[in-house]
């Protein structure tokens, strides 16, 4: 049996104390992968390329912007390795803030929504999804069910990148650059424990929604979540196994 090290490792780029990799790293780790977990926030060393042994990356969410260097100073270290992760086409899984830093990193921009999305949501996948090997799943689907937490968003994609789902508030939820590039502005990764950790540090986001009780909302609809996104998850990490062979 192959020890954890031996393991094909995914980088995961934590960018706050509430924001880890939670179900999304489970879920991976479930099909064979090792997490390599750089605590950012906690001053843990952000490179500016991807590590060698590294063979995917998943930047996280965050309650900063994309480019508050002075508030989050590693977030032009972590632009710089995930333009290198699409410069190498590394596959990547950016999770909201992440999608925003991929943006940024890359020819998109990043901009304040006119209106923030809280709490339990939907969105839609167009026609190119529908041949997407990755979220093909989901497709069919309506609607599809997330868990969103943000007031910036993607206001530009990059020339390189494909929009493959979208909301009334936010036109690019879901955006691939290549073949397993991905970007998503919703948080596959959170049940309803996760979210009342939310709740209670109540980011400017949340403050500014006047929601409440999100929780409860995201905690009812855990399971329909579940179902959902974990198969998607799986599907891309079996892609990145299949890139290894």
């Known amino acids: 049996m192959s020890s954890a090290r031996n393991l094909p490792t995914i980088l995961v780029l934590q960018n706050g104390k509430q924001d880890p990799p939670h179900l999304v790293g489970a879920w991976l780790e479930e ?16 490179p500016s390329a991807v590590p060698n042994g590294i063979c995917a990356v998943i930047p996280m969410g965050g309650s900063m912007s994309a480019t508050d260097d002075e508030v989050a100073p590693w977030l032009p270290a972590e632009r710089s390795l995930l333009a290198d992760a699409v410069n190498r086409n590394i596959p990547i899984f950016a999770i909201c803030l992440g999608a925003q830093l991929l943006a940024a990193a890359t020819d998109g921009e990043v901009t304040r929504a006119q209106t923030g999305e809280i709490g ?18 989901v497709t069919k689907l309506f609607p599809v069910p997330v868990t969103q937490w943000h007031e910036d968003h993607v206001s530009k994609l990059p020339s390189s990148a494909t929009v493959l789902a979208s909301s009334e508030l936010c036109p690019n939820q879901v955006y691939r650059i290549r073949d397993n590039i991905y970007a998503v502005q ?6 309803g424990d996760l979210v009342h950790e939310w709740e209670i540090h ?35 990490g079996e892609r990145v196994l299949a890139k290894l062979d």
């Open 31 to 46: 099909i064979g992968f090792r997490l390599e977990i750089i605590t950012a926030f906690n001053g843990a060393k952000v």
């Open 120 to 137: 339990l949501h939907s969105i839609t996948f167009n026609e190119i999804a529908n041949s997407d090997p990755v979220f093909e799943t």
């Open 186 to 191: 919703f948080h596959p990764e959170v049940d």
């Open 202 to 236: 109540a980011d400017n986001a949340f403050k500014s929604s006047g929601r409440s009780d999100v929780a409860k909302e995201i905690h009812e609809a855990e399971g329909s979540l579940i179902a959902t996104w974990k198969p998607v998850l799986q599907k891309w």
